[in-house]
């Protein structure tokens, strides 16, 4: 079974602070890896990673693979309070349809 | 372009009773659809899929079945519901043509469910 485990479980940090998320999968077959952010409600889409060693960036936000160790991290620079939220890591594996959730990561961001 | 709709938005129900979440997707033809559950603070587990009309998936044995009766609705019920049914429940759906990537899911709104 794809199993898919994100750490640290929470974290709070200042305004200002970096950031950094990690996560790390068991899959058979490895497609690709998608990162999501949920605020109160729909997780919504970040990043989908299918090659090691390629960064991918959004403003503030960036993510990298590494297919030989298994695991991505997210980074976020320069924090602000409106990036309080949980962080999801999604794999997709052996099966066609299917994406396999860690438990994701809770991060506070104060001011 | 697409969007998906979830409803009711919260629910509270009691313990026994039955359930019927519905989620429909506007914008596309033949989508992959999901049910998804969500503890407090947890990940996201996954209940039922649906690759086509009354073709259902089941990953975990409980006392919720999933239906799809038209090719853009899924729904989501229970006979009798327990206190354990309780949580955000999700409801995504994939791109089955070559202008999505068939692993990105797109989520909708959710039901936010306790059971008393």
């Known amino acids: 079974e794809d199993k898919v485990v994100q750490s640290p479980l929470s974290l709070v940090v200042h305004e200002g602070d970096t950031v950094t998320l990690n996560c790390s999968y068991e899959?058979?077959?490895?497609?690709?890896l998608l990162w999501y952010k949920q605020e109160k409600k729909a997780p919504t889409f970040l990043f989908m990673l299918?090659?090691?060693?390629i960064e991918k960036k959004s403003g503030r936000l960036s993510s990298i693979l590494d297919k030989k160790e298994l695991f991505s991290i997210l980074n976020i620079t320069a924090t602000q309070t409106g990036d309080s939220a949980i962080y999801l890591c999604?794999?997709?594996?052996?099966?066609?349809?299917?994406?396999?959730f860690g438990a994701g990561t809770t991060v506070t961001v104060r001011a | 372009s697409q969007t998906i709709h979830q409803w009711p938005a919260t629910l509270v129900q009691p313990v026994g009773s039955p359930l019927s979440l519905e989620c429909t997707v506007e914008?596309?033809?033949?989508?992959?659809l999901y049910w998804y559950r969500q503890a407090a603070g947890r990940g996201l587990q996954l209940l039922f899929y649906?690759?086509?009309?009354?073709?259902i998936s089941s990953e975990v044995p409980q006392n919720l079945s999933a239906s799809r009766p038209q090719d853009r609705q899924f729904i989501l019920s229970s006979k009798k519901l327990l206190l354990s049914d309780s949580g955000f429940y999700l409801c995504?759906?994939?791109?089955?043509?070559?202008?999505?990537?068939?692993?990105?899911?797109?989520f909708g709104p959710g039901t936010r469910l306790t059971v008393l």
């Open positions: 995504a759906w994939t791109g089955t043509s070559e202008w999505f990537s068939y692993n990105e899911q797109f």
């Open positions: 899959v058979t077959n490895f497609r690709s």
């Open positions: 299918t090659s090691s060693g």
């Open positions: 999604a794999v997709a594996g052996s099966n066609d349809y299917k994406l396999s």
């Open positions: 914008g596309t033809s033949n989508p992959n």
């Open positions: 649906s690759v086509g009309i009354g073709q």
